[in-house]
């Protein structure tokens, strides 16, 4: 996802200012703030005196959600989460921040069928009231419920609302910055089988629209991926005019006019919402139990598709992700917090940090991501960006994307290569062109295959 990093990061650094990532992290936004006094800062053509307060000042990234009592029922799944500052004195979380906003997704398996539904929670400011109460959903007789959590600040908490021990007793795991779930292990544990048994059916991916035919992409493709991937959802709420939250259904959006639909900026998101809409792909959507008769594209099912389909290079976590670093974000390299995330997303677990290298990950996306991203550009550059305040086009906003992801992962230092695409800013620092640094290197080289590329099974 979701936290690249702006133009004017890069020449900052080219300028040998002095940096302190800020962590917050948004629709791949990757905020920077100038450690030292207010000075002279180029943001493409424009020379900018940017005093510190005006990079350092943001709100809390830190906030705690309340998981209602058994959420993985029909009514706790029906209760609204709420949202909390961890540390209060570290300034308050509203769900209607930007920065701040946090976003559930279930998935159910029917234990009979094998088939899969989503529903979405809704979450809310602690306190508070949602707009219309959420549906109580239809859960199948036989079921396993799963949850994910995505956020656009940091690190979220998850706290029960009743029980010390509740989280534990739904098979909860968090410390993963922005990411946490419930009850994931199980689901894929049914939903892999089921898969086996041919009980359920994984649509095949396609091949996009373009003059090269390729194979759309998973969330499991080194054109996709970025230095966090698999994290966050696909998830929308409604934000209504007076500040007040609902699902987004039908019935909401026709209640509650003037109202905004958000959805939680995401790998998950980017790929269902704009490279496939980009590449003339369709992602694998299921009925949505939140709005009857609609049908969502959701987390599980991305990381089930990948799994089956995708094709090597085959792009897993790997130990430099900021969100399986211990801390997340800051600290260092964690093979146990590794696979931790890697099972709540049904991805092949690792024996030794070499079957997780950041520098193969590096390698592989570096020879995959800019290739396809030039090779398709006009079909890129005609759709609509993700983020018109970072770039101007999905196209410049995939190429920062990965010019970020190459510095956060430290590709640079791994490989000993530069990174291989410029990006030309217009005077406000939005991204509006870049441009391919090719060697003859670059285009003769073979990548290696390695664990993670022998299949997606899990070990």
């Known amino acids: 996802m979701k936290h690249t990093t702006n133009a004017s990061f890069f020449l900052l650094m080219a300028m040998g200012l002095p940096l302190i990532a800020s962590t917050c992290r948004r629709l791949n936004i990757f905020r920077i703030c100038i450690a030292g006094a207010g000075r002279p800062v180029m943001v493409g053509l424009a020379l900018l005196v940017a005093p510190v307060a005006t990079f350092a000042q943001e709100v809390n990234p830190n906030c705690t959600l309340i998981v209602p009592h058994n959420p993985l029922t029909a009514a706790g799944l029906a209760t609204p989460y709420q949202l909390e500052a961890t540390n209060p004195s570290d300034g308050p979380c509203h769900e209607t921040d930007k920065n701040q906003?946090?976003?559930?997704?279930?998935?159910?398996?029917d234990l009979d069928n094998g088939q899969i539904s989503v529903y979405n929670p809704l979450v809310i400011d602690m306190g508070t009231t949602p707009a219309v109460p959420p549906v109580v959903p239809a859960l199948p007789t036989h079921h396993v419920v799963a949850l994910w959590f995505g956020f656009n600040g940091d690190n979220l908490k998850l706290i029960p609302a009743s029980g010390h021990n509740e989280l534990q007793q739904n098979h909860c795991v968090q410390g993963h910055g922005q990411f946490a779930y419930c009850n994931a292990v199980e689901f894929f544990k049914r939903a892999n089988q089921f898969v086996k048994d041919g009980r359920l059916i994984v649509p095949p991916i396609g091949v996009d629209t373009t003059a090269h035919h390729e194979a759309c992409p998973t969330v499991r493709s080194f054109f996709v991926v970025d230095q966090d991937q698999s994290d966050n959802l696909t998830t929308e709420y409604?934000?209504?005019?007076?500040?007040?939250?609902?699902?987004?259904?039908?019935?909401?959006?026709?209640?509650?006019?003037?109202?905004?639909?958000?959805?939680?900026p995401s790998d998950n998101r980017l790929l269902d919402v704009f490279i496939d809409g980009a590449l003339g792909c369709i992602p694998w959507k299921v009925p949505d139990l939140t709005n009857p008769g609609a049908m969502v594209p959701a987390l599980p099912l991305n990381e089930l598709q990948a799994k089956k389909f995708q094709a090597p290079p085959i792009a897993q976590i790997p130990l430099g992700s900021p969100f399986a670093l211990d801390p997340p974000i800051t600290g260092v390299e964690n093979l146990h917090l590794v696979n931790e995330y890697r099972l709540g997303v049904n991805q092949r677990q690792v024996r030794n940090p070499e079957d997780a290298s950041t520098?193969?990950?590096?390698?592989?996306?570096?020879?995959?991501?800019?290739?396809?991203?030039?090779?398709?550009?006009?079909?890129?550059?005609?759709?609509?960006?993700?983020?018109?305040?970072?770039a101007d086009t999905l196209f410049t906003f995939m190429a920062q994307r990965y010019v970020g992801s190459y510095e956060i992962l430290k590709c640079e230092s791994l490989l000993n290569k530069p990174v291989n695409v410029a990006l030309k800013t217009a005077e406000n620092g939005i991204v509006i062109d870049a441009t391919l640094l090719q060697t003859k290197h670059d285009v003769t080289e073979q990548i290696p295959l390695d664990g993670d590329d022998s299949g997606n099974q899990m070990e």
Do not use: E, H, W
Not at 101 to 109: K, R
Not at 246 to 252: E, F, I, K, S, W
Not at 360 to 377: I, S
């Open 101 to 109: 906003t946090a976003f559930v997704q279930a998935a159910v398996i």
């Open 238 to 264: 409604l934000f209504t005019p007076d500040g007040k939250i609902a699902q987004n259904t039908a019935t909401n959006r026709a209640a509650l006019p003037g109202s905004v639909v958000k959805g939680n």
């Open 359 to 390: 520098k193969k990950y590096c390698r592989k996306m570096r020879a995959v991501q800019p290739k396809k991203l030039f090779q398709d550009k006009s079909s890129f550059i005609a759709f609509r960006s993700p983020d018109s305040t970072v």
